[in-house]
């Protein structure tokens, strides 16, 4: 079966620092891969998609990138914020099935 | 608000109780999905609706648990025999897809049940 790995540890950075998130895969690359936000007592929100053909994405502070060789995926929040102190989720989505696969997600604290 | 909204917002049953929760999705959203969620583990696919259809149920699905989605609308989960292991947030989501694409999926806060 396909696992996922996210660091289980929380990732503690100060304020104004990139921080980097790491989601490792085994077995079967996935058509695309999803970031999302979970906030403590809340659902997770999309942030990013990319697809298997695509090296890079980015959205304002945020940037996905995507390494089939290497079963990884690294997702960076440059400038960061207390505010975005969450925990991050990657999904995996496969071709034929239809739902997503998550990781167990790591806890980001930006302190100021 | 025009998100996913999920009812109740907690839930506390002993063990052995039947429960049922609700799921009002993105209006035009065409697909509707549970997930259960546990402390410290990300959310495991339980189902999803194409429509009013449901095409996949995961094993973790035992006989307890039953879902509808009447009419292609709001989708219910009920559990029968709860027990204490069924103790999670139960989150649904809503996406919509067309062709083979899927997309990102919209999630409600979810229903945290404990069951005692």
């Known amino acids: 079966s396909q696992k996922i790995e996210q660091n289980s540890e929380a990732l503690n950075i100060q304020e104004g620092k990139t921080a980097t998130l790491t989601c490792n895969y085994t077995n079967y690359s996935p058509a695309y891969l999803q970031w999302y936000r979970q906030d403590p007592g809340r659902g997770p929100v999309f942030l990013l998609l990319i697809r298997e053909n695509e090296k890079e994405k980015r959205k304002e502070r945020l940037k996905v990138t995507f390494d089939t060789t290497l079963k990884q995926s690294l997702f960076h929040i440059t400038a960061s914020q207390p505010a975005d102190s969450a925990t991050y989720l990657c999904?995996?989505?496969?071709?034929?099935?239809?739902?997503?696969?998550f990781g167990t997600g790591t806890r980001l604290l930006v302190s100021p | 608000d025009t998100g996913v909204s999920q009812d109740p917002r907690h839930k506390i049953t002993k063990r052995g109780q039947n429960v049922t929760f609700r799921c009002d999705p993105i209006?035009?959203?065409?697909?509707l999905y549970w997930y259960r969620q546990t402390l410290g583990q990300g959310p495991e696919f339980l189902t999803y609706?194409?429509?009013?259809?449901?095409?996949?149920k995961s094993r973790l699905l035992s006989d307890r648990f039953s879902a509808e989605r009447p009419k292609g609308s709001f989708s219910t989960l009920e559990i029968q025999r709860t027990e204490q292991g069924d103790s999670a947030m139960y989150l649904c989501?809503?996406?919509?897809?067309?062709?083979?694409?899927?997309?990102?999926?919209?999630f409600g806060s979810g229903t945290q049940l404990s069951v005692l």
């Open positions: 999904a995996l989505g496969y071709t034929g099935f239809q739902k997503l696969v």
């Open positions: 209006s035009e959203h065409n697909r």
């Open positions: 989501a809503s996406s919509l897809v067309a062709g083979y694409r899927n997309e990102k999926l919209f």
């Open positions: 609706f194409q429509n009013e259809a449901q095409l996949e």
